[in-house]
């Protein structure tokens, strides 16, 4: 099983930073590389187990099913139910933990997942850089503004 983790400090108050992130249909709002995003059959987007449904800008669809959220502990799980990256049981979890010194939001994102080791390299920066720290340098960037 291969793990992905990327933390990064935001610039802004745990529960600023909580509530741009937790609506799981929020993503396009945030993540710069998601064109638009809805949860399947018109469920609450904070439904534990609903689907979220999303085109990435550059092309290509992802299903997410949301396994975990929790207002008390900053946090959501989502696995990939289909997408175009050759991986397979992947679940990630994103967690926010609040930097008292300053009142900023530390921020980690960790994903598992399983794929043939020609491909391992290759996923680990797409998902570490392009989708994790990517998300992280905007959320930066939009609590700057």
Known sequence: MVRVFTSSVINAPIDNVWMKIRDFNALPNWH???????????????????????????????????LALSDLDYLFSYSILESPMPLKNYVATLTLKPITDGDLTYAEWTALFDCDIQAEKNLVKLIGDGVFSTGFNSLNQIFRE
């Open 32 to 66: 710069p590389a998601i064109a638009n995003s809805f949860i399947e059959d018109g469920e609450p987007s904070d439904k534990v187990n609903c689907i979220r449904h999303f085109n990435l800008k550059e092309g290509g669809t992802i299903r997410e099913k949301l």
